[in-house]
């Protein structure tokens, strides 16, 4: 079955950085693309990043340009956001999403990313 492990969330001070990974399971990863979001508190989900399933193209919310980069590995069937220059704003849980050339999209548990002093 699909499987999406999000790692490396936790608690960071205005300015640091983060690594999350998403390791992935259960279907043909190379073939999808996949992507970053999150939601803080009371707020809608929102998109970060997103990666094609080559690599050839990213996309970026324009609140994480130049902070955030996205990639990913088809050998390991991983994909990685780095995240630098962290604000209180990023706060948020940050959740893993693959989805199919047909559509078909798969979400994982959730990682908790907490920018405090």
């Known amino acids: 079955q699909v499987q999406l492990v999000e790692s490396g969330g936790g608690l960071v001070q205005p300015g640091g950085s983060l690594r999350l990974s998403c390791a992935a399971s259960?279907?043909?990863?190379?073939?999808?693309?996949m992507s970053w979001y999150r939601q803080a508190p009371g707020k809608e989900r929102e998109l970060v990043a997103a990666i094609s399933s080559d690599s050839g193209t990213t996309n970026y919310a324009d609140s994480v340009k130049a902070r955030f980069t996205i990639s990913r590995d088809n050998v390991k069937n991983t994909v990685s956001l780095q995240m630098n220059s962290l604000k209180p704003e990023d706060t948020a849980v940050y959740y893993c999403?693959?989805?199919?050339?047909?559509?078909?999209?798969?979400w994982g548990q959730g990682t908790q990313v907490t920018v405090s002093s």
């Open positions: 259960g279907f043909t990863f190379s073939s999808y693309t």
């Open positions: 999403k693959a989805r199919s050339p047909g559509g078909l999209g798969y």
